[in-house]
C-alpha cells in the first residue's frame, strides 16, 4: 500500500469525531500561530520536505520550535520556510543536519545510502527521526533489502553514529499535520534502542499530537512499515495491545 492510500485506511479515527476534543487555542486553520508545546524550544533539521517533512514543520514551528528545511531544492525551501513563519529557515541538507539537535528524515528510502555518507559528521550522535519506508516500486533493490533486514536495522546501518528513532512511518502525511487537533488521542508507535533519543523525540512526537508509544528496539522497526500491523492511526491502548502481541 502506498503512503497516499494509507489516508483512506479503515482504522483512522474520523476526523468529525476529533474536531470536538482538543483544538489547539489560537490555531487557525491555514495559519501558523504560536501554540503551547509540551516540550522545550528544539532546534529540528528536516532532510526532505515534501509531504511528511513540511506537515511535520509546520505543526512543530506552531509550537514554538525552530526547523530548517532541507532537500536538493534550496529556492523550493526557502519558499516553504517563508510560507511556514518565523520559527522556519531553508538550508542544504549539510546545514540542516548541523542545525537540528533532532533531526528529521523523510526522504525515499533510496536517498539514504548517499546521504548517510555526505552527513555522517553531522549526524554522529545525533538523535534522529527516521519517518522513511523502503518501497521496492519507487526505491530499487535498496528497499528489498531494508525489508528483509527490516527498517530500523537498516537504517541504523545506513546512518551510522545516529541514534534512531523510527517514527511517524505507517500515517499519512496529511493526517500528521492535523493531529495536534485532537492531543493524544491517536497512539505514534516507535522503535529506538537509545532511551534518551526516544525520549527527546516523544517530546516533539507529542507536540505533533500523537502519544508516542515505544514498542522495542529497532529491531521492532519493521513492524513499522505502511500496511504493518500497527499501521494506520489508532488510540493509545489498541497500539499497546497490539504492540504487545508482537
Ligand atoms: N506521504 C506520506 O503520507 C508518508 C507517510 C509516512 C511515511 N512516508 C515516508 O516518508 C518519506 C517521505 O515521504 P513524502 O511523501 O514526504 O515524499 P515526498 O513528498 O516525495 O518528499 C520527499 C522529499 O525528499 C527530498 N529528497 C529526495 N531525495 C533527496 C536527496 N537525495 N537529498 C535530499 N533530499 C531529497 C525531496 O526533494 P528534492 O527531490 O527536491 O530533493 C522532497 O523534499 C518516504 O520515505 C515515505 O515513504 C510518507
Given at each position: 500500500m502506498g503512503d497516499d492510500a494509507l489516508l483512506n485506511r479503515?482504522?483512522?479515527?474520523?476526523?468529525?469525531?476529533?474536531?470536538?476534543?482538543g483544538l489547539a487555542a489560537g490555531v487557525l486553520p491555514g495559519g501558523?500561530?504560536?501554540?503551547a508545546?509540551?516540550?522545550?524550544?528544539?532546534?529540528?533539521?528536516?532532510?526532505?520536505?515534501?509531504?511528511?517533512?513540511s506537515a511535520l514543520g509546520r505543526v512543530w514551528?506552531?509550537?514554538?520550535?525552530?526547523?530548517?528545511f532541507s532537500s536538493r531544492s534550496l529556492e523550493d525551501d526557502k519558499a516553504l520556510a517563508a510560507k511556514t513563519g518565523a520559527g522556519a529557515s531553508a538550508g542544504t541538507p549539510e546545514q540542516a543536519a548541523k542545525f537540528g539537535e533532532v533531526v528529521l528524515f523523510a526522504v525515499p528510502y533510496r536517498a539514504l545510502p548517499e546521504l548517510g555518507k555526505a552527513l555522517a559528521t553531522q549526524l554522529k550522535g545525533k538523535v534522529v527521526i527516521d519517518a522513511c519506508n523502503p518501497y521496492p516500486a519507487r526505491d530499487g533493490e535498496?528497499?528489498?533489502w531494508a525489508r528483509e533486514k527490516g527498517a530500523g536495522l537498516a537504517s541504523a546501518e545506513l546512518l551510522p553514529g545516529a541514534r534512531i528513532v523510527r517514527a511517524f512511518n505507517?500515517?499519512?502525511?496529511?493526517?500528521?499535520?492535523?493531529?495536534?487537533?485532537?492531543?493524544g488521542r491517536t497512539g505514534m508507535p516507535i522503535a529506538a534502542d537509545d532511551a534518551a533519543a526516544s525520549d527527546l523525540a516523544s517530546r516533539l512526537i507529542r507536540d505533533i499530537g500523537y502519544e508516542p508509544i515505544l514498542i522495542g528496539g529497532l529491531d521492532k522497526g519493521k513492524h513499522l512499515v505502511p500496511s504493518g500491523p500497527l499501521s494506520g492511526e489508532r488510540p493509545p491502548d489498541e497500539v499497546r495491545k497490539i504492540a504487545a502481541s508482537l
Open positions: 479503515r482504522h483512522f479515527i474520523g476526523i468529525a469525531g476529533m474536531m470536538g476534543v501558523v500561530r504560536a501554540a508545546s509540551s516540550s522545550q524550544k528544539t532546534k529540528i533539521g528536516i532532510i526532505g520536505s515534501g509531504n511528511v517533512g514551528v506552531m509550537k514554538g520550535h525552530e526547523v530548517m535498496i528497499a528489498n505507517a500515517v499519512g502525511a496529511a493526517r500528521m499535520g492535523a493531529a495536534h487537533e485532537a492531543p
